[in-house]
């Protein structure tokens, strides 16, 4: 069953509808990640986060969870009650993805793979914490997207107490706010602001159609000074590349 009492927001500023899950599974994250550049957004990258299942990809509605330092005469009142962790974890919804605040700690899991089984039947699209994770063996055999700073067989109690449930955290130094949409690969995983996620789906797909297009010509022997990137006058060129990769009518080989 369920657990009640969470009040904070669970508002999702925008939808994943077909057409942005279709872009945002098929584009790079480093393809995101230049273009949240584009748009002054220079911190979206989780540094030092790496896939625990690295075929695999990520994307969802970033559902934050939040750890303070073990204080030991606080834990008993901090912990009062249905802890944070459960709590985000049983009100989690479909494709939330689980961004867990653990500050950076290697020394403690943050997950394992009970409470990873669990989050998978709710449907979640798979968890980041910028602390360890438990049970990875197990985890990976479950196939839910999970990246990790560490791996360590000791509990949370060591070092954390569970605080937040969907507040502004910092994940592996970068500011996510719940809702946000995160992406992985297995370059690593970044966070995308909600209200700039269509755009830059659109505008990344489109890069990477252009640098296919750009090492194509490569690979034929040509520079790279008016194909990457794209020059104006090569524009046209372009454009009939793409509709035959696509298939367009009347575009046959040239």
């Known amino acids: 069953m369920d657990v009640t009492g969470d009040t904070t927001p669970k508002d999702r500023p925008i939808e994943l509808d077909d057409e942005l899950r279709r872009l945002l599974t098929t584009?790079?994250?480093?393809t995101v990640v230049h273009q949240l550049e584009k748009r002054g957004i220079t911190s979206s990258y989780l540094t030092g986060l790496r896939p625990l299942l690295?075929?695999?990809r990520l994307l969802g509605y970033a559902r934050t969870l939040r750890f303070l330092p073990l204080r030991e005469d606080q834990r008993p009142v901090l912990m009062s009650g249905v802890n944070a962790q459960r709590r985000a974890i049983e009100e989690a919804r479909p494709d939330d993805v689980l961004v867990i605040d653990a500050r950076g700690v290697p020394d403690a899991g943050t997950i394992g793979d009970i409470l990873a089984l669990r989050?998978?039947?709710?449907?979640a699209?798979?968890?980041v914490t910028d602390g360890a994770i438990r049970d990875p063996g197990a985890i990976a055999e479950l196939g839910l997207p999970c990246y990790h700073q560490a791996i360590h067989s000791a509990t949370f109690g060591r070092r954390?107490?569970?605080f937040e449930v969907n507040r502004p955290v910092a994940c592996a130094g970068v500011l996510v706010m719940p809702g946000d949409i995160m992406i992985g690969d297995?370059?690593?995983?970044?966070?995308?602001?909600?209200a700039l996620a269509a755009d830059v789906a659109r505008d990344a797909h489109q890069q990477e159609q252009e640098e296919g297009w750009a090492a194509e010509r490569v690979r034929q022997g040509?520079?790279?000074?008016?194909t990457f990137p794209l020059a104006a006058d090569r524009r046209p060129e372009f454009d009939t590349w793409v509709r035959r990769q696509a298939g367009a009518p009347g575009e046959g080989l040239e």
């Open 54 to 56: 690295p075929g695999h």
């Open 222 to 226: 040509e520079s790279t000074l008016d």
């Open 160 to 162: 954390h107490i569970p």
């Open 125 to 127: 699209g798979g968890v």
């Open 119 to 123: 989050l998978q039947q709710r449907g």
């Open 186 to 194: 297995s370059s690593g995983c970044a966070v995308i602001p909600a």
């Open 27 to 30: 584009v790079a994250v480093d």
